[in-house]
């Protein structure tokens, strides 16, 4: 199974900005559509965005639209989300993942997910 990891999360205050990271571990990512979910407390888990195995397409959740921008980078087995004007709200720990089906994100069709990194918006 392809495995992930991911960093870059931390604390910052609202209005800041974080760029969060994605890596593979023995596999390459290529192959895969990439999505970060995030799960704030007491909260179910929610999709954020999602990227195309060759970045051709992206989507976004309406709450994040113009403040977050997924990418990534093949050659370093690398999928990016740079997180801007962030607010509380999007406190909670994120997720990079796989999915089985091109093009779309949902939690059904994930084949392997990171252990995760809290983000902490906070003043």
């Known amino acids: 199974q392809l495995q992930l990891v991911e960093s870059g999360g931390g604390l910052v205050q609202p209005g800041g900005s974080l760029r969060l990271s994605c890596a593979a571990s023995?596999?390459?990512?290529?192959?895969?559509?990439i999505g970060w979910f995030r799960q704030a407390p007491g909260k179910e888990r929610e999709g954020v965005s999602c990227?195309?195995?060759?970045?051709?397409?992206?989507n976004y959740a309406d709450s994040v639209k113009g403040r977050f921008t997924i990418s990534r980078d093949n050659a370093k087995n690398t999928v990016y989300l740079q997180m801007n004007s962030l607010k509380p709200e999007d406190t909670g720990i994120y997720y990079c993942a796989a999915s089985q089906v091109p093009g779309v994100c949902v939690s059904r069709f994930i084949s392997s997910w990171g252990p995760g990194t809290q983000v902490t918006v906070s003043s």
């Open positions: 990227i195309s195995s060759r970045g051709g397409s992206t």
């Open positions: 023995g596999f390459t990512l290529d192959y895969y559509t």
